[in-house]
Nanobody
Framework: VQLQASGGGLVQAGGSLRLSCAVS????????LKWYRQAPEKQREFVAH???????NYAGSVKGRFTISRDNAKNTVYLQMNSLKPEDTAIYYC??????????WGQGTLVTVSS
């Protein structure tokens, strides 16, 4: 299973970015998909989750600003990030949880929000 995250970059506070994570080698349509992030000198933290059926869940710090979605035809999960804040600066990682419970991580994509 391979995950390729993309879409990170430098953006001003208040701006938007859309992250993508293309997954190969997985039973994508039957897998749970998640986004995490890790800020400098901090622990990796949960950001968003989308179930097989499309149910979503968000960390409180991003609720109302971020939207997770999935395209099973393209084997891709997205994270639309709006109203970005400097504290959103982090490396963002996607994760796939397959039906048997085995998990795989992407390599991360850096998001930098300037004030």
């Amino acid at each position: 299973v391979q995950l390729q995250a993309s879409g990170g970059g430098l953006v001003q506070a208040g701006g938007s970015l859309r992250l993508s994570c293309a997954v190969s080698g997985s039973v994508f349509s039957k897998s749970v998909l998640k986004w995490y992030r890790q800020a400098p000198e901090k622990q990796r933290e949960f950001v968003a989750h989308i179930s097989v059926g499309g149910n979503v869940n968000y960390a409180g710090s991003v609720k109302g600003r971020f939207t997770i979605s999935r395209d099973n035809a393209k084997n891709t999960v997205y994270l639309q990030m709006n109203s970005l804040k400097p504290e959103d600066t982090a490396i963002y990682y996607c994760k796939v949880v397959q039906p048997r419970g085995d998990e795989y991580w992407g390599q991360g994509t850096l998001v930098t929000v300037s004030s």
